[in-house]
Nanobody, 125 residues
Framework: QVQLVESGGGLVQAGGSLSLSCAAS????????MGWFRQAPGKEREFVAF????????YYADSVKGRFTISRDNAKNAVYLQMNSLKPEDTAVYYC??????????????????WGQGTQVTVSS
C-alpha cells in the first residue's frame, strides 16, 4: 500500500503560479511511476503529467506543456507539480497517483493503483 497526500492548492489569479506537492508513505516509493491528474466540475478526470520511477522521463498533456513541470525526490518520497502561467481553465481538483510498471500508457487512470484525496486549484480571471 502507498498512501498519497497532496498539498499546495489554492486560489490564484490568471498568469500566476502554484506548486503542488504529493507526499507518499508506505511501500517503496521509488519503484512507482507518478502521475498528476485533474478533474473539473462536470468533466471527466484527465491526465496532466507523468514522471517515471527514476525521474529520467516526463510526459505532459498538450494543454499544460511548457507551463507545468513535474519532478520527484525519491529521498523525500515526494512528487511535485510546478504550475506557471495558470489559466482559468486549469481550475480543477488535482490528484497525484502512483502506478507500478507503467510504460507507455501513463495517460490512463486505471493504470495507477494508488490515489491521493486531491487538492483544489482555482484560477480566477
Amino acid at each position: 500500500q502507498v498512501q498519497l497526500v497532496e498539498s499546495g492548492g489554492g486560489l490564484v489569479q490568471a498568469g500566476g503560479s502554484l506548486s503542488l506537492s504529493c507526499a507518499a508513505s508506505g511501500h517503496t516509493f521509488s519503484v512507482y511511476g507518478m502521475g498528476w491528474f485533474r478533474q473539473a466540475p462536470g468533466k471527466e478526470r484527465e491526465f496532466v503529467a507523468f514522471i517515471n520511477w527514476s525521474g529520467s522521463s516526463t510526459y505532459y498533456a498538450d494543454s499544460v506543456k511548457g507551463r507545468f513541470t513535474i519532478s520527484r525526490d525519491n529521498a523525500k518520497n515526494a512528487v511535485y507539480l510546478q504550475m506557471n502561467s495558470l489559466k482559468p481553465e486549469d481550475t480543477a481538483v488535482y490528484y497525484c497517483a502512483a502506478g507500478f510498471g507503467i510504460k507507455n500508457d501513463y495517460r490512463l487512470s486505471y493504470q495507477y493503483q494508488f490515489w491521493g484525496q486531491g487538492t483544489q486549484v482555482t484560477v480566477s480571471s
